[in-house]
């Protein structure tokens, strides 16, 4: 176990490696120009060329690239992950600020999508057939083609605009001291943001969660437990749930990098000041510090979920042989 974790771990920290150097050179080679967009082309044209040259120092654009992440990826391991250029400040304090707004509500969002997707799904497959196990599977197809930003806006038209219950954005209200926000307040900004990621989440799990219990229910062992005269109820409960767990887990795990990506598209929608909108915010902006430590630190959340799904299966089904052993 020891020895193929160590492998796992060493190929997950390759695979974030090499995802910041994607994220880089696709920054290098964006159309996207940090002096005219964050300066503007009318206020370059008034500039010396010895200002121009500053500005270009700072932003790193007469730099050679490779170097660059180089140093970057250097400073990065050690623990330093630089200075935000559109923030001005030590790229940590930007993340921590912003990930504390975040990391409540994509917990909260990866739970209840792995709760509700399971049970719906274990729901449908044994009500097959029936109008409950269409209207359950039509749903999940119907979200699952749905995109964040659209379902986020109909949410946000819905329950803030027409119905008033929730603020339209923020995750404070406007005008109120950080000291004087109460954990309510926070709550309450939080809860369409959290809706619209749970949703996101649920439909694979519903789907898969299914096909799964529909495999199940049709095997031969359920076939003998009918013959020995079990009821509907205890096949679910003793033979169905128990072996729909597995894979399950693994959906649950898998489902992060949902809740991630679409916390980016959700949180631009509601104007929640969290990790998804300033890693939109620098890509615009082509701050590649900021970007690059967004970027690792989101497949870290999205890798690490992989990983730990991998570890819970092996451990819940030992019969499951370990990659490497043996051979």
């Not at 492998?7 to 974030?16: A, P, Q, V, W």
């Not at 196990?133 to 605009?161: E, H, N, R």
């Not at 709550?187 to 219990?213: A, C, D, Q, W, Y």
Request: glycine share 8%; proline share 4%; with cysteine.
């Amino acid at each position: 176990m020891i020895k193929y974790m160590l492998k796992s771990g060493i190929r997950m920290i390759l695979l974030i490696i090499a995802i910041s150097i994607a994220a880089f050179f696709i920054m290098e080679i964006s159309p996207i120009d940090p002096l005219q967009t964050n300066i503007g082309q009318t206020a370059l044209g008034i500039m010396s060329q010895e200002q121009i040259e500053k500005l270009q120092n700072y932003w790193g654009t007469n730099e050679n690239a490779v170097k660059r992440y180089i140093e970057w990826i250097t400073d990065f391991i050690s623990g330093d992950m630089g200075i935000s250029l559109l923030y001005r400040q030590p790229v940590y304090h930007v993340i921590t600020q912003r990930l504390t707004n975040s990391i409540w509500i994509l917990c909260i969002a990866w739970l209840l999508s792995g709760i509700f997707g399971v049970a719906l799904g274990i729901i449908s497959a044994t009500k097959e057939g029936s109008i409950l196990d269409k209207v359950i599977k039509g749903i999940a197809i119907l979200f699952s083609s749905t995109p964040v930003f659209w379902f986020a806006l109909i949410v946000l038209m819905i329950f803030s605009v027409w119905l008033k219950w929730f603020p339209i954005g923020f995750s404070i209200p406007i005008g109120v001291m950080t000291e004087d926000v109460t954990l309510l307040n926070k709550i309450h900004h939080g809860i369409l943001p959290t809706f619209v990621l749970s949703i996101v989440g649920m439909p694979n799990i519903i789907l898969h969660t299914r096909e799964k219990m529909n495999d199940i229910l049709k095997s031969d062992y359920i076939l003998f437990a009918k013959a020995l005269g079990k009821t509907k109820k205890q096949i679910i409960l003793q033979h169905g749930i128990r072996n729909v767990l597995l894979p399950a887990i693994t959906l649950q795990f898998a489902s992060i990098s949902e809740i991630v990506s679409g916390s980016i598209l959700a949180e631009q929608v509601f104007s929640y000041p969290g990790l998804g909108q300033i890693a939109v915010t620098a890509g615009l902006g082509g701050d590649m510090p900021l970007l690059l430590a967004v970027v690792v630190i989101c497949s870290c959340f999205v890798c690490g979920g992989n990983f730990l799904a991998d570890m819970i299966y092996h451990i819940i089904d030992p019969r499951i042989q370990l990659k490497g052993k043996n051979t």
